[in-house]
């Protein structure tokens, strides 16, 4: 089945960096897209970034030349470095991908940036 584990969450200074780390299982991790949200307290689920299999890249403006999301398909796991990372960006991120239309989910991992 479809496992995606986020760790590399924490508390972070505005300013700072954290690399977060995805690990995939259950399908075959080279030929999707991989994408990181995240949520806020009190606020919706959001975009932002995504690797395609081909490693094309896409960013929500909120993240745009902060964050770089890669993949290593040989680990079978996608990253997020997240750098000058400010308070509004704290949240649980989780990793997702779709299989047959359906979205799959991670636990997440918590990212707090202090000011």
């Known amino acids: 089945q479809v496992q995606l584990v986020e760790s590399g969450g924490g508390l972070v200074q505005a300013g700072g960096s954290l690399t977060l780390s995805c690990a995939a299982s259950g399908f075959t991790f080279s030929s999707v897209v991989m994408r990181w949200y995240r949520q806020a307290p009190g606020k919706e689920r959001e975009f932002v970034a995504l690797?395609?299999?081909?490693?094309?890249?896409n960013y929500a403006d909120s993240v745009k030349d902060r964050f770089i999301i890669s993949r290593d398909n040989a680990k079978n796991t996608v990253y997020l470095q997240m750098s000058s990372l400010k308070p509004e960006d704290t949240a649980v991120y989780y990793c997702q991908t779709r299989r047959y239309g359906s979205p799959y989910w991670g636990q997440g991992t918590q990212v707090t940036v202090s000011s």
């Open positions: 690797i395609q299999s081909s490693g094309t890249t």
